[in-house]
């Protein structure tokens, strides 16, 4: 094996890329002024500082129990979470679905399931003199 020292490396050509053919291992940090472009990329503690454009972000099992930390403007097509715990407020501008059983329409703000518990009460917009009694025979 040889080893090259040098402070610089240029191309023989202005306006060309210095290209590497094969593998570069490189001993320290990288640093990189300007945009890199790569195929596919292997690595802990990634840190992406500014706007990240992700067509699929696939987070394995070993790193679920990690944090997800999404903040500002998140745009995504579908978004599929084993739990969610918000202390607040949870916004949702699209239907929202729990398991099979539930869902709500951020549109028209109509909740739907095959099942609901309890006297409802609190319900509104029943027929006037709608009772208990009523809601058994439609059952």
């Given at each position: 094996?040889?080893?090259?020292?040098?402070?610089l490396?240029?191309?023989?050509?202005?306006?060309?890329?210095?290209?590497?053919?094969?593998?570069?291992?490189?001993?320290?940090?990288?640093?990189?002024?300007?945009?890199?472009?790569?195929?596919e990329?292997?690595?802990?503690?990634?840190?992406?500082?500014?706007?990240?454009?992700?067509?699929?972000?696939?987070?394995?099992?070993?790193?679920?129990s990690?944090?997800?930390?999404?903040?500002?403007?998140?745009?995504?097509?579908?978004?599929?979470v084993?739990?969610?715990?918000t202390?607040?407020?949870?916004t949702?501008?699209?239907?929202?679905?729990?398991?099979?059983?539930?869902?709500?329409?951020?549109?028209?703000g109509?909740?739907?399931?095959?099942?609901?518990?309890?006297?409802?009460?609190?319900?509104?917009?029943?027929?006037?003199?709608?009772?208990?009694?009523?809601?058994?025979?439609?059952?």
């Amino acid at each position: 094996m040889s080893i090259l020292a040098v402070d610089l490396i240029k191309p023989r050509t202005t306006g060309v890329a210095v290209t590497v053919s094969g593998d570069l291992d490189i001993t320290g940090a990288l640093a990189v002024t300007g945009d890199i472009t790569y195929d596919e990329v292997a690595g802990r503690n990634l840190d992406i500082s500014g706007i990240a454009t992700i067509a699929t972000l696939g987070v394995s099992a070993a790193t679920t129990s990690k944090d997800l930390d999404v903040s500002g403007v998140t745009t995504t097509g579908s978004l599929y979470v084993s739990g969610i715990t918000t202390v607040g407020i949870l916004t949702s501008y699209a239907t929202v679905t729990v398991g099979t059983a539930i869902t709500a329409d951020a549109t028209s703000g109509i909740i739907t399931a095959t099942d609901f518990v309890g006297g409802g009460s609190q319900l509104t917009g029943l027929p006037a003199g709608f009772t208990e009694l009523d809601a058994m025979l439609f059952n």
